[in-house]
C-alpha cells in the first residue's frame, strides 16, 4: 500500500527505543552508562524522554547496543514509494550543551530496517560542532550546500566552502564545525547507515 504524501507519521519517542535496546542486550543502566561512559542518571532521562542526547552521545548509545541511530529514531513506518517530499522529510533536532544553537538533521531518504544507504541534510548553525570525534565502519561522502565547514579528520583540518565535496571511510575519526557566521547545509551520505 502507498503512502499517501498527506498521510503523517507519529513515530516512537527515542526513550522507549533506547530502553527496549537496553532489555534485549539484558543490560541494566549501570552497565550501559559505564560502556557510554556516562552517568545513569543522564540514562534514566534519556529513557524518560526528560533529556536530548548529543549526535556523540547518540552514536555511542548505538554502538553500545548493537543498533544505529537510525533504528533508535525512525519512525514507525517502512517506506514502499522512491520519492520522499520535503513536507515528508523527519527532522531530529541535537541542541548543544550550552543550549545555544544546535544541529538538525533532514532526513533525505525513508529509513527501512537493513538499508545501506543514508542520507541527510545536516544544517550547522554559527559556531556549533559536532559533540567529539567519532569512528565506526562505512564510508561518507558530503557536498556544502550553503556557508563554511571546519572538517576534522584525524589529525587533519580542511576548511569547506559552498560548492565543496568530501569522502573518507568512517573509521577515520571525523568531527565538524560551523566556521562561518550563516547556518551551514551540508548534504551527507553514510553507508551502512549510520544516524
Known amino acids: 500500500m502507498k503512502k499517501n504524501a498527506d498521510n503523517k507519521s507519529t513515530g516512537t519517542p527515542l526513550g522507549m527505543r533506547l530502553r527496549h ?15 557510554v561512559e556516562c552517568s545513569e542518571s543522564l540514562l534514566s ?5 526528560a533529556a536530548s542526547p548529543s549526535l556523540a552521545m547518540l552514536h555511542r548509545l548505538a554502538k553500545a547496543l548493537e543498533t544505529s541511530i537510525a533504528d533508535l529514531m525512525a519512525d514507525d513506518w517502512t517506506a514502499d514509494q522512491p ?40 544544517i550547522i548553525e554559527p559556531g556549533v560542532a ?15 550546500l550553503e556557508g563554511e565547514l571546519e572538517l576534522r579528520l584525524g589529525d587533519d583540518v580542511w576548511t569547506l566552502e559552498q560548492g565543496d565535496s568530501f569522502y573518507f571511510p568512517s573509521q577515520i575519526p571525523h568531527g565538524y564545525r560551523n566556521i562561518g557566521t550563516v547556518v551551514a547545509r551540508v548534504l551527507w551520505v553514510n553507508t551502512p547507515v549510520t544516524f
Open 130 to 144: 559536532s559533540d567529539g570525534l567519532i569512528e565506526h565502519h562505512g564510508e561518507e561522502m558530503g557536498y556544502v
Open 21 to 35: 535496546a537496553r532489555l534485549v542486550q539484558e543490560m541494566t543502566l549501570k552497565q550501559l552508562a559505564q560502556k
Open 83 to 122: 520519492v520522499l517530499k520535503p513536507e515528508q522529510r523527519n527532522r531530529k533536532r541535537f541542541l548543544q550543551r550550552s543550549k545555544k544553537g544546535g544541529i538538525e538533521l533532514e532526513n533525505l531518504t525513508w529509513h527501512h530496517k537493513g538499508g545501506l544507504l543514508q542520507g541527510n541534510i545536516h
Open 45 to 49: 532521562k534519556l529513557e524518560n524522554d
